[in-house]
């Protein structure tokens, strides 16, 4: 009996400090909300392979909610179709504009991205590309995200830009804008492992109960 309830106690050291670790994880912030962007002073060269973005890269939000209102420009990134992981992070995101130089805090990280999708505005053309990722904050703490962009291209015809991109490999110079937001967060496994120390030691106390009864 004596050995059960020494056995519940040894274990209460190891809850104390799942209790503390799932406590931390509660204190760090997940990035939630969402945004819109516009290119500003960059651009994107377009082709059948990749979004190529002018130095210096900086972009600029608008319509910020929740923790991106901590946030008015961002770094952004070449998209690299055939993986588009290569060139994380695609958005660093900085609370000042113009010139940052990016400080690889609070980061949307590309998972993969759609096909382009050509469509006639007016004279204009627009070409739509989806993307999907993670934003990562500061401290660490992950959420899903999504967006898109479209890119623009004045006085031209939808079926002649799609052709030259996707048939002839050749390339279109566009200003874009663009939208992302957080569709949910993640649970840091730190957390989980908390929870499940503390409910073993609370099964183990009852055992010890049990056994003195």
Known sequence: MKKAILGSLAVLPLAAAGVLANAGAASAAALTGQF??????TTAEISMDEVDFSDPGDIALTLQTESFTAFDAAIISDIDLDDATANNPFLDLEASFPGSPGDGLNVFNLTSVGDYTFSQSGENVAIDLSVFGQFISA?????????????????????????LVLNQDGMVNASFSGAAFTTASVPEPATMLGLGVVAGSLALTRAGKKNKA
């Open 36 to 41: 819109n962007f516009s290119s500003v002073f």
């Open 139 to 163: 401290d660490g703490m992950l959420s899903d995200g999504a967006g898109n962009l479209t890119f623009q291209v004045n006085d031209a015809d939808a079926d002649d830009i799609e052709d």
